[in-house]
C-alpha cells in the first residue's frame, strides 16, 4: 500500500469519524446516547481553540490538552493533520478534485502555482489573535472544525433529521436561527474549489497558518534530494494540494502532506526526509511589501477590536437584556473568552431552545449561543444538562441536576437563574384584553410558582341587563344581547350595577334569556326593572422576581401570537453581576426592595 492510500485511507477514516459524533450529538436522546462517546474529541485536537483560550483566559481547559500532540507531531512531521485528518480539508480536496476531473494537465499545475495571496490566512491567524490576546476569541468563525461542525450540526443535519418528518422519529422539526447562512457558508467554501484546489486551506484557514509557522522547525519535510533541474514535468504540481512548488523551491509552510508529488514523480527525484529540500526552500510565501503590511494592520485591528467593544459598553451597561445564555455559562466577559461557536449545544439542546445570536450579542457574540424561548420546542428543561456536558471549552461548565435546581448541596445557594420573566401589560390577554387566561401560571415550573394570579372582576363591554323575572337562582332578563363569548363557561357572573362591592354571582347556565346563576341574587336585586351587569372573571399574572429562575416556559406556551405577553429578559441572572435588577428581588409581601445606591 503506498503513502498516498494511507493518507486516503486516514482522511476517510477521520471524515467518517466526525460524521458520527455529529449523529450521535444528534440524536443522542433517540438511537444512541451520548454517555460514553467522546463527542468534543476531533475539536479537542485542534490547537488554535487551545491557544486562542490559554491567550484570552490565562489558563488551559484540560481536555483541551489533546491539542498538545497535534503540535508535537507538526513540529517534526510538518502539517500532517490538515493532510491526514482535517475533514474539511477532505471535504475541500474531493470537490476541488471532482471539478478538475476534466482539465489538461498544464491546466492542473497552473492551479497549483504559488501565489502571494496564500499570505492572506496569516493575516487573518494574527488578527484572531491580537483578539484573544485582549479577551476576545473569534477563532471560531474561520477555524476548519468548529466552522465545519457548525455547518453540518445547524445546516445540514437538520434537513436529514429523521424528526423532520420522514417517520422514523417524532414529527417535530428543528429550527436554527441563521441556518441559511451557515449552509450558504458551508457551500461556498466547497464551491470555491472550483477556483483553486483547497481553496480555503490555501488562503484563508488560521489554523493551516498556524501550523504552516510551526512547520519551519519540522525536521522532516518534503523535498528533493538533488538541486538537479526537472524539466519541464511538473507532474509533481498536478495534484499539489498545498500549492508549495514541490518541483523548485519549496514553500514549506504551504504543504499539507498529501504526497501526491511523491506518487506522481516519474524520476522519484522527490522524497519525505529527515533534510531540506536540495532544490532550497522558502519558509512562508512570498510576501509582498503590501502583505506585510496587511498582517501587521490585520494584528492591530485585533489589537484595537477588543477594547473598543468596552468602550461600546454593549458588554456591560449597555449590553442586551434579551440576550440570555444557557444554563452554566460563564459571566459574559469570561464566556466570550472561551466560545468558539462550534455549535455542539445548540445541536444537543432537546428543546431546540439554544440558538446561534446574530445581532443579540453584538459583533463580538455573533454565532455564539443564545436562548430563544420563541423559536425552540419548549423553554429550557428542568431536568436538562446537556449543553455543559458537551461544551468543548468550558464555556459553559458542567452542572449537575442538583446545583442547576438548587438542591441538595446548593440547597443554599439556590437554582440556577437564567434571567426573570415580565409580564407586558399591554399585550396580556387578562390585562388588556380582558380576557381570560391562565398559561403562563399553569406551566411555571417552580414550585412554588414563581407566577401568581390576582383575580378581579371587570365589567363586558355590553348593554346592561334588566330583570324581568327571578326564581331562586334562574334570572330572566327582558332582553340578551350576544356578546360573543359562553357566558357559561364558568368567568362570567352578573352583578347589580351601582354595587361594586356586592360578591358577583357566577352564571352556570345560559338559555335564550334565561341564566342560571351558582347562587341567587339578593332580595332588593330581584325587582323587575333593577339593572344588571356582565362581568368576567380575570386572573391577571404577577411574577415574583424572587423565585422566577428564566426558565422561558411561560414565554413559549404564552397564546399571544409574535411578541408574547410575557418575556423573559436576562435581569437577575445568576452568572453575571452587571446582570443583576437594579431592584433587589424581593418576595411578595416581604421587605421592600432596595434601590441601587448612586454615586455621590
Not at 447 to 469: D, H, M, N, Q, W
Not at 565 to 592: F, W, Y
Request: with cysteine; glycine share 12%.
Amino acid at each position: 500500500m503506498g503513502i498516498v492510500a494511507a493518507r486516503r485511507i486516514s482522511q476517510g477514516f477521520f471524515l467518517l469519524v466526525f460524521g458520527w459524533l455529529c449523529l450521535v450529538a444528534t440524536l443522542g436522546d433517540g438511537l444512541f446516547e451520548l454517555r460514553g462517546w467522546p463527542v468534543n474529541w476531533l475539536l479537542s485536537l485542534d490547537p488554535l481553540p487551545a491557544l486562542a483560550t490559554a491567550l484570552a483566559t490565562g489558563s488551559l481547559y484540560a481536555p483541551l490538552l489533546w491539542a498538545v500532540p497535534a503540535v508535537v507531531l507538526t513540529l517534526f512531521l510538518g502539517r500532517f493533520f490538515c493532510g491526514f485528518l482535517c475533514p474539511l480539508g477532505t471535504l475541500n480536496q474531493i470537490s476541488g478534485f471532482l471539478v478538475r476531473k476534466g482539465l489538461g494537465r498544464p491546466a492542473r499545475a497552473e492551479d497549483n502555482r504559488p501565489g502571494p495571496a496564500q499570505g492572506l490566512k496569516y493575516a487573518l491567524l494574527a488578527l484572531l489573535l491580537a483578539a484573544a490576546v485582549l479577551g476576545n476569541v473569534q477563532t471560531g468563525l474561520l477555524d476548519p472544525l468548529p466552522l465545519l461542525t457548525r455547518s453540518v450540526d445547524l445546516g445540514l443535519l437538520p434537513l436529514l433529521d429523521p424528526r423532520q418528518g420522514l417517520g422514523l422519529g417524532q414529527a417535530e422539526a428543528r429550527h436554527y436561527d441563521g441556518a441559511w447562512v451557515f449552509g450558504l457558508v458551508f457551500i461556498a467554501i466547497l464551491a470555491a474549489n472550483a477556483l483553486r484546489p483547497r481553496f480555503f486551506c490555501r488562503y484563508l484557514c488560521p489554523l493551516g497558518a498556524f501550523f504552516g509557522l510551526l512547520v519551519r522547525f519540522a525536521p522532516w519535510r518534503i523535498g528533493k534530494a538533488t538541486s538537479d533541474d526537472c524539466g519541464a514535468c511538473r507532474r509533481c504540481e498536478e495534484y499539489c494540494e498545498g500549492g508549495c512548488r514541490p518541483s523548485g523551491k519549496l514553500i514549506a509552510s504551504e504543504c499539507v502532506l498529501c504526497l501526491n508529488c511523491l506518487a506522481r514523480c516519474p524520476t522519484g527525484r522527490i522524497g519525505f526526509a529527515g533534510r531540506a529540500s536540495a532544490a532550497g526552500e522558502q519558509p512562508l510565501p512570498d510576501f509582498s511589501r503590501r502583505g506585510a503590511v496587511l498582517v501587521l494592520a490585520s494584528g492591530t485591528a485585533g489589537l484595537v477590536a477588543a477594547p473598543l467593544w468596552s468602550v461600546g459598553g454593549v458588554a456591560g451597561a449597555g449590553r442586551n437584556p434579551g440576550l440570555i445564555r444557557p444554563p452554566g455559562s460563564l459571566d459574559e466577559a469570561r464566556f466570550l473568552a472561551r466560545c468558539i461557536r462550534c455549535g455542539q449545544c445548540m445541536r444537543v439542546c432537546p428543546a431546540n431552545v439554544i440558538q446561534p445570536a446574530f445581532t443579540v450579542a453584538g459583533a463580538a457574540g455573533i454565532w455564539t449561543p443564545t436562548l430563544d424561548f420563541r423559536l425552540g420546542r419548549a423553554g429550557c428543561l428542568q431536568n436538562c444538562i446537556a449543553c455543559g456536558q458537551l461544551c468543548p471549552t468550558a464555556a459553559i461548565r458542567p452542572l449537575t441536576l442538583e446545583e442547576k435546581l438548587g438542591q441538595g448541596d446548593f440547597a443554599a445557594v439556590g437554582p440556577i437563574r437564567l434571567g426573570t420573566a415580565f409580564v407586558d401589560r399591554t399585550r396580556c390577554l387578562p390585562w388588556a384584553m380582558g380576557r381570560p387566561c391562565l398559561v403562563c401560571q399553569e406551566v411555571c415550573p417552580v414550585s412554588p410558582k414563581a407566577i401568581s394570579v390576582r383575580e378581579v372582576f371587570e365589567p363586558l363591554r355590553a348593554p346592561r341587563l334588566t330583570v324581568a323575572g327571578v326564581r331562586g337562582t334562574e334570572v330572566t332578563v327582558a332582553a340578551l344581547a350576544p356578546v360573543g363569548r359562553n357566558l357559561a363557561s364558568g368567568d362570567f357572573s352578573l352583578r347589580p350595577v351601582g354595587a361594586p362591592t356586592q360578591p358577583p354571582r357566577r352564571i352556570l347556565g345560559a338559555s335564550g334569556v334565561q341564566l342560571t346563576l351558582a347562587a341567587p341574587l339578593a332580595e332588593a336585586d330581584t325587582v323587575p326593572g333593577r339593572e344588571l351587569e356582565l362581568v368576567v372573571r380575570l386572573e391577571q399574572p404577577h411574577v415574583d422576581p424572587a423565585r422566577c429562575i428564566g426558565c422561558g416556559m411561560c414565554e413559549h406556551e404564552c397564546p399571544v401570537s409574535g411578541l408574547r405577553a410575557i418575556r423573559v429578559s436576562s435581569e437577575n441572572e445568576s452568572r453575571s453581576g452587571p446582570g443583576r435588577m437594579v431592584a433587589d428581588a424581593a418576595p411578595q409581601g416581604g421587605a421592600p426592595c432596595l434601590r441601587k445606591q448612586l454615586p455621590a
